[in-house]
Nanobody, 126 residues
Framework: QVQLVESGGGLVQPGGSLRLSCTAS????????VGWFRQAPGKEREGVSC????????YYADSVKGRFTISRDDAKNAVYLQMNDVKSEDTAVYFC???????????????????WGQGTQVTVSS
């Protein structure tokens, strides 16, 4: 059974840092692009970042560029999102998702992803 599990969310002060993890089971994550998405209350889901399989090229939404870094450790079947200099507008539930096709260049569009985690809450507040 394929399962993606996010962890690392929590309460952080503005300007602080947080590292989210996405771990897969029943599934070889190395073959697939992985994306991070977020959804704030009353807002639509937003693509935050994604990383390709194989060449590990990364892509970011303009709102997080220069502050967030995505990475992957295929030996651990995991993908990470390092969040630095967080802002109140980063408050949301963060989801990781794996592409439905192997080796495809990742995009920040939800329909491209076939497997989703349950989400982890990130709250930025002083």
């Amino acid at each position: 059974q394929v399962q993606l599990v996010e962890s690392g969310g929590g309460l952080v002060q503005p300007g602080g840092s947080l590292r989210l993890s996405c771990t897969a089971s029943g599934y070889t994550l190395a073959y697939y692009g992985v994306g991070w998405f977020r959804q704030a209350p009353g807002k639509e889901r937003e693509g935050v970042s994604c990383i390709n399989s194989v060449d590990t090229s990364a892509y970011y939404a303009d709102s997080v560029k220069g502050r967030f870094t995505i990475s992957r450790d295929d030996a651990k079947n995991a993908v990470y999102l390092q969040m630095n200099d967080v802002k109140s507008e980063d408050t949301a539930v963060y989801f990781c998702a794996a592409d439905s096709l192997r080796y495809r260049r990742c995009v920040l569009l939800g329909p491209s992803y076939g497997h989703w985690g349950q989400g982890t809450q990130v709250t930025v507040s002083s």
